[in-house]
Each structure stands twice: as structure tokens, then as C-alpha cells.
């Protein structure tokens, strides 16, 4: 089946660090994949959609010079943390689609656990 | 976006049938119906979904009502390796998908 990949799993960073995930779909190609934010024992916040070869489109809240998302291939999407802080310590979620609209399901990465000192 | 309601917790023994419910009364025409679940510490897992039929695959079934206002994901037989908060949720033409709150699923021996 659709496997999507994060990377890394988990990070520990001072405050002030930049912090970059990756996002690949392994077996199929992903012209749109999905960013989530989970904070503990709380449900996952859709953060932002990351179009291929477009400016990723944010939902509403989330800082768009705060959260930089790349999406330059059909398989790769990043997202950087700039200038993390400890209330930015979360667990980062991302998800791919393969196929059209509606009728196919999402494949969801299995989260990389970001802790900011 | 369209609003789904779950139990916020649910109980099973081992091997026998769950049923967990969702409500959805403001679904519209075209919005599909999903089901997740995630485990602790993981991404969420795809399980089902649906538009107007009812739907089996090989992990559960999903049976829609008529009016589409409601729907079951359907556990044959509870194991413990299914213990999760389910997800039910519509996807509209936007083809994002809302978290709700689920329904955490435990299931005893």
C-alpha cells in the first residue's frame, strides 16, 4: 500500500534553532500533501497544504513565515520551524494523496516529535 | 466545514464486535464520509470510507444510513492491537481533512 516517510522521527533543539522536516510519499506520487500539528492528548490541527510547484496554502492562525513549506517534487515536502521556541514543541504530522479527490485516502506519515529547550 | 459528533470513549472485551457511531446531520451531497484511527505515539491510520453504500474492506465496515446523517465503523472482532482514537470525518471539495476529538476505543482481554 501508499507508504508516506518523516523524517526525523524526533528532534531536540535549543531555542532560536530552524528545524526541517521531510515528507516523502515512497511508492506513488503526491501533488498535494497536508501538514498537521498535534499537541498531547489533543486532536491534529490541519496547519497548511502544500501544492507541488505552488505556495503552500495556510490555515487560518498559522504563521506563514513562521512554518516555511517547501513542496519542490511530486514526492518531497519539507516544513521548517524558523526560529523555533519551546511553544513550538509539538508533533508534526504530514499526509499525501494519492489520486483524485474525495474518494481516495490521505497516507499519513507516522510524525516527528519536536522538543525545543 | 461540516461537523461530525463521536462518543468521546468506548469499551470492548477481546474478539468481540464494535460498533462506533458517528452523527453528521449537516453532511452535504458530495462530502465522503472517512474513518482513522491512530494509535499512540503514531500518524493516523487510514480504515474506511464511503459516500452512500455501505463498505467492507479487510480491516472493518462501514454502514451509512439512508439519509447519510449518521454512520457505524464496524469492528468484527476486537483485538487489543485495535485500540485507538477513531476519527470520523467528512472530506469535502477542498479535500482537507478536520480532526475531531474521536472516540478513543479501549479493549480488554
Known sequence: ?117 | DAKTTQPNSMESNEEEPVHLPCNHSTISGTDYIHWYRQLPSQGPEYVIHGLTSNVNNRMASLAIAEDRKSSTLILHRATLRDAAVYYCILRDYTDKLIFGTGTRLQVFP
Open chain 1, 1 to 117: 500500500g501508499a507508504v508516506v516517510s518523516q523524517h526525523p522521527s524526533w528532534v531536540i533543539c535549543k531555542s532560536g534553532t530552524s528545524v526541517k522536516i521531510e515528507c516523502r510519499s515512497l511508492d506513488f506520487q503526491a501533488t498535494t500533501m497536508f501538514w498537521y500539528r498535534q499537541f498531547p492528548k489533543q486532536s491534529l490541527m490541519l496547519m497548511a497544504t502544500s501544492n507541488e510547484g505552488s505556495k503552500a496554502t495556510y490555515e487560518q492562525g498559522v504563521e506563514k513565515d513562521k512554518f516555511l513549506i517547501n513542496h519542490a517534487s511530486l514526492t518531497l515536502s519539507t516544513l521548517t520551524v524558523t526560529s523555533a521556541h519551546p511553544e513550538d514543541s509539538s508533533f508534526y504530522i504530514c499526509s499525501a494523496r494519492a489520486g483524485g479527490w474525495g474518494n481516495q485516502p490521505q497516507h499519513f506519515g507516522d510524525g516527528t516529535r519536536l522538543s525545543i529547550l
